[in-house]
């Protein structure tokens, strides 16, 4: 199965930036999407972006278009997020996850494998 470990985050003020990134390892050739969810404090778990594997297209989720760049780079089997003019809105525990996922019409996902471990970003 597919390992998943994530990296950066932290603090920021408002109108700043962080980045994330996600390693995937071990059995990585059934998931062709890479997405992030985000869970802010005392809400549920939301998608905020995903990509395909291969390229050909993304979805944002309309509170971070124009503002976060998911991007994937095949060679290192890593999904990032960039995310730019953040807003305290924007805080809370950010997840990466392999997936089984269209995004012809919006981010539907038909199955989960793995998920990364969590990191914090708080916006002040």
């Known amino acids: 199965h597919v390992q998943l470990v994530e990296s950066g985050g932290g603090s920021a003020q408002a109108g700043g930036s962080l980045g994330l990134s996600c390693v995937a390892s071990?059995?990585?050739?059934?998931?062709?999407?890479m997405a992030w969810f985000r869970q802010p404090p005392g809400k549920e778990r939301e998608a905020v972006a995903a990509?395909?594997?291969?390229?050909?297209?993304?979805y944002y989720t309309n509170p971070v278009k124009g503002r976060f760049t998911i991007s994937h780079d095949n060679a290192k089997n890593t999904a990032y997020l960039q995310m730019n003019s953040l807003e305290p809105e924007d805080t809370g525990m950010y997840y990466c996850?392999?997936?089984?996922?269209?995004?012809?019409?919006?981010?539907?996902?038909?199955?989960?494998?793995?998920w990364g471990q969590g990191t914090q970003v708080t916006v002040s």
């Open positions: 996850a392999a997936v089984r996922c269209t995004l012809s019409t919006g981010l539907r996902v038909s199955e989960y494998y793995a």
């Open positions: 990509i395909y594997r291969g390229g050909g297209g993304t």
């Open positions: 071990g059995y990585i050739d059934r998931h062709n999407c």
